[in-house]
Structures are given as structure tokens and as C-alpha cells.
């Protein structure tokens, strides 16, 4: 199949795509039918068979398990590694709180950060008297790993970090990163809100400690669903904050001597009742991306198409991008003398979907594998008419 009849195909599978010029995808991506057909399979399901039938909670943890194992192909980490979660920032919560922390203790991050990564670094640091240092990044351009390292002290004992940064676009050099923390004694937690699926991730490779991911972006999966891996050896340092069913192993109930025994792997992060619906659709949303797609051809296309909008972008007067060349799928930009809101209204009465962004105040296209070239000169056009 040509490239061509494939993104005909992909675009018909997606049909959020052809309704509008689809530029937001690190907000939400766009829902296959396939997803939302297992969706309303398991909602029908439930509705004419109800939900505690012995056989259905055998179907349901199947399911997952087939989830974890689909995740750990796109990560780079085994399925032991991974708890599911309901989103990124319900495993960045997890990872702040993991330790035991103690007054004085330093947690490092960025100006680069999510509200969902920073939010529970500054509770941490209101509720115990953590230190939080917030390192300025610019734009997530010039000597990342000598301004991070430069905060390190003997107190230090975690680093909390985007792959890829909301704000900017830019791709951190989180290898490099994580050597330089793991020399220093230090642990790094990671956001991968917008790098899960828009780039190729190697988690053991990379060194990592822990790393939060979403459904609901790149991956084109329902709300609700995320994953969180914790590196094997950091299970013993990385104690759950809440737990409930989910976490024991064997599946026993507690005796009031408060006895209990965690399960073995990341398991031990999940708690109880999950939404059967979106297990079911997370799972065939990363089947068709996978088998369906290709990850190879996901990531190369994703790659160009960015390349491709930051150099049209970057043509027009009056537009200065702010990404540097090391990024993944997501464009930053402003536009002289426009508040970003008001351009992301503009483009919108053209059916142009775009989002303005704080820290940077500025505005930031996602360009999706679906993504088409007319997509971004519409993009273009429809800017430079702005600008004039």
C-alpha cells in the first residue's frame, strides 16, 4: 500500500480528522472507530449482562494484561515494570510521593514542567518541607544537563523532568540526564505526556527510574488510562502513597493485625476498580498503532511532518518558532503583535485547531502521523493572512 492510500485509510479511521484541521493532538488526540466501537461493546455488554459475573473479572484482567504487555512494547520495558494508572499526572503523583522524604530534602525541576508534574512537587514541598528548585530551561536549548546538574547538592534526592517539554517542544537529553543524576545519587521521574507515541522510547536503555504516560495524546486512546513504569531495582525505593486491592499479591484480604504482602512488580501502584470501557478501548487503540500503523512509520512521519511546519512557520514575517531542532511532534511559535489566544480564536473560525500555551505565551501545533502537508499549508495560509 502507498503512503498515500495508507494516510486515506488512517484519515477514514479517524474521522476527527477530516472535520477539522487537526493540530492539538498533544491535548487530545483523535479517537479511532475502532476504539470506539470497543468502547460501546463493553458499555452494551455491561448494560445487558450487568458487571459480576466470575467470568467477566477473568475477561477484564486478561485484558489488561494484555494492555501492560502492549505498553511495554512501546516503552521499552517489561510488563512487570508497569502499573496502569489513570493518567499522567496520577504517575508523576506517584513518583513525587514515593520516597521518604524528610524536611531539608531537595526535589529538582524545570520551567519547562506540566501542572500535573509540578503540582505535586509543590505540595510535597508545602506539606513536609521539601525543597523544590525550579531550574530556568529557556526554551529547553542550551546546556540542559550543566543547569540541572548545577542545582544537585547532598540533599538532592530527586530530579523531576518532561522527556519533551509542553511549553517549548523541545526533546530533553534525558540520557544524559539520567547519568548525571544516577552519578550524584539522585532519581529522575519523568513526564511523557507528549513523547509516548510520538517518538521511539527505549526506557532500559534510557536508565530511567520512573516515567508517566498518558493514553488520551499520541497514543489516540479514551481518557482515563495511563501507564507508569518503575525501573525493576527501584521497586524497593519507590513505596507506594495509596494502595487497595489491586496492590496485594497473592489476592487476600487484610487480617486486622494489618498484615499484608505487596505484589512483586509495579502491580503494587494500583489500587481497585478500573473503567472496563477504556481498558478495552486503550487496548485497541495501541493494537491498531502497532499492528495496524506501524511505530516505525508513526515516528519517521511524525518527525517530517514537524520539521516541515517548523520551516513554513519560520518563513512567515512577524512568526518566530521557538522549538530547537531537537523535538518530537510539537511546534512553539509566536506571532508579533497577537496575543495567542486571540490567534487560536482566528484560525478556529476556519476550522484550524491549534492551542496557545502559558510560561512562553505562545502557540503550538502538534503534527500527528494522520497529519497531511494541505493540513499545514492551510495552517500557513491561513497565518500569514493573520500576520498581514
Known sequence: MSD???????????????ESVYLNTGTCGPLPRRTVAAIQAEIQHE???GRIAFADFERLLAMIDDLRAAFGRLLGADPAELALTHHTSEGMNIGTWALNWRP???LITTTLEHEGGLMPAYVLGRRLGVTVKVVELGVGQDDVVGRLEAAVTSRTRLISVSHVSFISGAKLPLAEIVEMAHRRGVLVLVDGAQSAGAMPIDLH???????????QKWLCGPEGVGALYVRRDRLSE?????????SLWPAMAIDT???YMLTADARRYEVGTVFRPAIAGM???LRWLEEGVGWDWIYSRIADLARQAAGMLAELPGVHVLTPPERAGLISFRVDGWKPEDVVNQLAQHRIRIRSVHGLACLRVS??????REDLLQLRDRLAETTR
Open 4 to 18: 498515500e492510500a495508507k494516510l486515506t485509510a488512517i484519515r477514514h479511521e479517524l474521522p476527527a480528522t477530516t
Open 47 to 49: 448494560l445487558l449482562h
Open 104 to 106: 531539608g530534602d531537595e
Open 205 to 215: 536503555a534510557l536508565g530511567v527510574d520512573l516515567y508517566a504516560v498518558p493514553g
Open 238 to 246: 519507590v513505596q507506594p502513597t495509596f494502595t487497595g486491592f489491586a
Open 257 to 259: 493485625t494489618g498484615e
Open 283 to 285: 487496548r485497541e487503540s
Open 367 to 372: 503534527t500527528g502521523f494522520y497529519t497531511t
